[in-house]
């Protein structure tokens, strides 16, 4: 019988993630990769080795569920697979000319081993040779080569082929011998071919982490995708030459990543040219009392704005279409004074009266739950006059054009407006309130100090949509188990260091003692067998009723009664 690749793809993914690291001196990944993802198995397995993921309910599950011999031989054992658990994995996508492939690669301790495994995963695919290469083409667009110490699954990614704008596509299909030779030149990767040559590529890998994350967008601008920017070529120039290089950790408590973002010399300069500042502690405070769910605070220079549109080419598009409305971009840029704060508070789930029409002029009417929120934008201002103006374009111009619906939604919309701030929302009270009072949120010790932040309560969500759950208790359960899970989501950054970006985010977890990967491997086991346990009581009850309906027979009819006999008398 055939098995299914599928099966143990994921195994072998669970296989790299929790082994141990091995060198990474030499990165056997291309200089002209768009995406990298370092997986560092020591680090890893020194937070949960593989003999505590055979404690947990994940696993357990596995052994029960997975009946094949192969597959219950390597959940006992990894190293029966023949890959090398104490070496890195890598993945990685790279484009070339119209096409782009991805490809998965790490080291193998038993290759003959390793053989075997795919010959018994894949029984009806020929494993031949190409030089020092085994080879196995698999089905559709890829190919599985390994040699006596590494493997390489390599597929095209059709995806990254696509016009964004439209207008058709340009894919063309890489045939399994163009995967071959792009699978066998990863063997040969060393020295300035390899992208572990670029300094920032390097500078990331030297910071510890259990992941690392580099993109490239001169890696993934395939040239198939020129034509999206024909119209806007500045555009298309400024994706060249920009990086970015991402560290995650699964610490104590919390998932981390740090980032740095590289740009190319005309980005850079200009946000050299206009650096965004600190956030003032004093307008966070602002934030009315209560409970915040959300917040994107930051601090800027509005003559950014301007830079950046004439950097791509279309401030004269821009102005030509505001100068329509009796407006420009320098009187946007002169009315603003780069404080942003949008607020999210008070999240719910709340029942409202629905009706619809069922003809004859009757209505049916039901209840229904949707989602209620106080929403809060406030921008500071720097010249009213502007703002005024501007107000009144959004009133007289825009919304009496856009149609009486849209007309009746602008004018719904509470707002206020002063020498220092306009703020707009959906409560009027929650409005008005901006400002009145300065409330020591606890998020705005997470995110100050920084040029931007944001901060998303994770509890106050969960527990706001409550209600929409009904009494499903498989639902409610995972409910409760995510609450106990997760608390919140920071994030905060903009400095300049050197020609980087830097930008740092967290998910914080209710336990700050245990580490996060832990947490998760607990946690994902809790729900899978809190889904399994509602599957199975579905696929009984649905047995049950199959078997009901198959005994079911209608009852006959009762027999006739015999005729009585009259006695002689």
């Not at 003692?513 to 579905?538: E, H, M, P, W």
Request: proline letters at 4%.
């Amino acid at each position: 019988m055939k098995r299914t690749l599928r099966p143990y793809s994921l195994l072998a993914l669970l296989l790299i993630l929790l082994g141990s690291c091995g060198n990474k001196s030499n990165v056997p990944v291309p200089g002209n990769a768009g995406l990298v993802i370092h997986i560092n198995g020591a680090s890893l397995n020194s937070k949960l080795s593989w003999d505590e993921f055979k404690q947990g309910e994940l696993y357990k599950m596995a052994k029960t569920e997975v009946k094949d011999e192969l597959a219950q031989k390597i959940l006992e054992n990894p190293d029966s697979s023949g890959v090398d658990i104490k070496s890195d994995a890598w993945f990685f996508i790279a484009n070339t000319g119209a096409n782009s492939y991805a490809a998965f690669t790490c080291n193998l301790k038993d290759d003959k081993a390793f053989g075997r495994v795919m010959q018994q995963i894949e029984p009806m695919k020929t494993i031949t040779k190409q030089g020092d290469l085994s080879v196995m083409k698999m089905g559709g667009d890829a190919v599985l080569t390994w040699s006596s110490n590494r493997f390489v699954f390599i597929g095209e990614a059709n995806d990254l082929n696509r016009n964004p704008m439209g207008g058709g596509s340009s894919h063309a299909t890489l045939t399994q011998d163009s995967l071959l030779k792009f699978a066998q030149n990863v063997y040969e990767i060393k020295g300035s071919s390899s992208i572990g040559n670029d300094s920032r590529f390097a500078s990331m890998m030297k910071e510890d982490g259990d992941a690392h994350i580099w993109t490239s967008s001169a890696g993934l601008y395939n040239s198939s995708l020129s034509q999206a920017f024909t119209m806007l070529p500045k555009l298309g120039n400024l994706l060249q030459g920009n990086f970015s290089a991402s560290t995650i950790n699964f610490a104590n408590g919390k998932i981390t990543m740090s980032s740095r973002g590289y740009y190319n010399k005309e980005l850079l300069d200009l946000y050299t040219k206009y650096t965004m500042k600190n956030m003032d502690v004093s307008t966070l405070k602002k934030i009315p009392p209560g409970e915040v769910d959300a917040v994107i605070a930051a601090n800027y220079q509005p003559e950014a704005l301007q830079g950046f549109l004439s950097l791509i080419g279309v401030d004269g598009l821009a102005n030509a279409y505001l100068s329509q409305l009796n407006y420009s971009i320098d009187e946007f840029v002169k009315g603003n004074k780069g404080d942003f704060i949008l607020a999210v508070s008070d999240f719910h789930m709340a029942p409202h009266q629905m009706s619809y029409d069922i003809g004859n002029g009757q209505k049916q009417t039901y209840t229904s739950t949707k989602p209620e929120v106080k929403v809060l934008f406030a921008t500071s201002v720097k010249e009213k006059a502007s703002w005024d103006k501007l107000l009144t374009i959004v009133h007289e111009k825009i919304g009496s054009e856009a149609g009486a619906s849209v007309q009746e939604m602008i004018n719904k919309v509470p707002y206020t407006l002063n020498n220092d701030w306009f703020v707009a929302g959906s409560d009027s009270s929650y409005v008005h309130a901006f400002g009145t009072a300065s409330t020591d949120h606890d998020f705005i010790s997470k995110i100050s100090g920084h040029p931007f932040g944001a901060y998303i309560n994770i509890r106050t969500f969960i527990n706001g949509a409550r209600p929409s759950f009904g009494s499903d208790s498989s639902v409610l359960t995972i409910a409760d188990e995510s609450v106990r899970l997760w608390q919140d989501i920071v994030f905060y950054g903009g400095e300049k260091e050197g020609d980087a970006i830097k930008t740092y985010g967290e998910i914080n977890f209710i336990d700050g003692n245990t580490n996060s990967l832990k947490q998760l491997n607990n946690y994902f086991g809790k729900i899978a067998t809190i889904v399994k346990a509602q599957q199975d009581k579905r696929k009984a009850a649905w047995e049950n009723m199959r078997i009901e309906d198959s005994v079911k027979v209608e009852a006959p009819p009762p027999p006739p009664s015999a005729p009585q006999v009259k006695k002689k008398k």
